[in-house]
């Protein structure tokens, strides 16, 4: 299988790493920019300040929270704008120097239907939509060894992989190296930190075989909760943090007929296993037949990603913890399921155990094709079965996926420990 990651992050630098474009007018004459460190909060929030002229790609879907760059000299009658690629320059000079044998350039953020397998040769650098800067006041609570609160400004940031194979360990080593580099040292002029509105995507290689894809898809529905406990709860569908960003796959079949175009999020909605377990006995045999009765890849998107309305949403709203819509783009795209449940790390061994975890997902949906007695669920009512003469009702629970996937105890015992923390 081939897979890769995105690796979202908030990255930290001290102004002297700026390297601000200057100004220069029809004369000649060259005017130095330079950074604006205090924007009043409405004029990062409101159309008056940078949302009314700045393209949509320079912002992040959230409140602006870095400094500006301002030039008097400037044409336009916006004399402050965001940052462009000053702060993706920096990363690219860090990796440059604490990474010389891995290949990484600068890349715009692209839409979906522009993104073709092609570019996912080396390691890119690009803007994240969904995180923004702490704002220079809050830096040392995030990276403590910065003490200054005024010559120092975060910006969110992505590292998105090249596609690598299971085949070797070349892609867990470059992660290591990158991430160390991206972290920074004690007493450098960069550095990173996550938030909880860094995530960790995740994308394998999606099956070729329908079937599989479909097993897959049933697994996602019947495991989402017990899977998003091996992450911390502001990655879980339930949380505040997860709406409009990854909220459930379950929301198609328990709550189809809440469907409004004019709502944007259904983070709100019971997902929960009570849920399923408050539906009539035969729920999962509904679930997997409106799954099989999917003829393609495309189908199953919309289902599982439900609703599709919405600009940019014509495969399904991305935004759910397993993005199926990734199988469903034109062939020239990467061909991956996109696994979205995890918060940011800067940790190698958390991206590895997690990647390993999703390839296992992958495999266990074959396993399943090929021995269908074996899944574990069949109602989410419950069976009674007999132990020692006791009647026990059948669990959630995700150490039997564990074992199905072939996994080594000490992964286990890793797992087992993330989800007593969390």
């Not at 004369?27 to 920019?33: A, L, Q, R």
């Amino acid at each position: 299988l081939t897979w890769g990651v995105e690796l979202e992050f908030v990255f930290a630098f001290h102004e002297s790493q700026l390297e601000l474009s200057p100004v220069v007018l029809l004369d000649g004459v060259s005017h130095p920019s330079t950074p604006q460190k205090n924007l009043p909060y409405k004029f990062r929030r409101d159309t008056n300040g940078f949302r009314n002229e700045i393209p949509s790609v320079a912002l992040p879907n959230r409140v602006y929270n870095s400094w500006g760059v301002y030039n008097e000299h400037r044409l336009s009658n916006k004399k402050t704008i965001p940052y462009q690629w000053q702060v993706h320059n920096i990363l690219d000079k860090v990796l440059d120097e604490k990474c010389p044998t891995i290949n990484h350039h600068i890349e715009m953020a692209h839409s979906i239907d522009e993104k073709e397998e092609i570019m996912y040769n080396e390691w890119l650098i690009i803007r994240d939509h969904s995180v923004c800067g702490v704002g220079s006041q809050n830096i040392p609570t995030w990276l403590p060894r910065v003490q200054s609160t005024r010559n120092w400004d975060s910006y969110g940031l992505e590292l998105a992989s090249p596609i690598f194979g299971t085949d070797s360990n070349q892609g867990f080593n470059e992660i290591a190296q990158i991430l160390e580099a991206t972290k920074g040292t004690s007493h450098g002029l960069t550095g990173a930190f996550i938030t909880n509105q860094c995530g960790l995507h995740v994308h394998i290689q999606a099956p070729t075989d329908l079937q599989v894809l479909k097993e897959l898809a049933v697994l996602t529905i019947v495991y989402e909760s017990e899977i998003a406990k091996l992450h911390p709860h502001c990655r879980r569908p339930e949380h505040l943090n997860a709406r409009y960003n990854i909220e459930s796959n379950r929301l198609r079949f328990l709550h189809k007929d809440e469907e409004r175009r004019a709502r944007h999020t259904y983070g709100d909605l019971d997902v929960s296993n009570a849920a399923l377990e408050r539906q009539p006995d035969d729920f999962l045999d509904t679930i997997r037949e409106q799954i099989n009765n999917c003829s393609d890849a495309k189908e199953l998107a919309l289902l599982m990603n439900w609703p599709n309305h919405g600009l940019g949403h014509e495969l399904g709203n991305r935004s759910r913890q397993v993005n199926f819509t990734t199988a469903a783009r034109p062939k020239t795209a990467p061909y991956t399921i996109e696994f979205r449940q995890a918060r940011g790390t800067l940790n190698a061994t958390d991206v590895r155990k997690w990647v390993e975890f999703c390839i296992g997902l992958i495999r266990v949906a074959q396993f399943y094709v090929d021995n269908p007695g074996r899944f574990p669920m069949k109602s989410f009512k419950g069976f009674l079965v007999d132990r020692n003469e006791e009647s026990v009702a059948e669990r959630f629970y995700i150490l039997d996926l564990m074992r199905d996937m072939g996994m080594s105890e000490e992964d286990k015992s890793y797992w087992r420990t993330r989800m007593a923390r969390f």
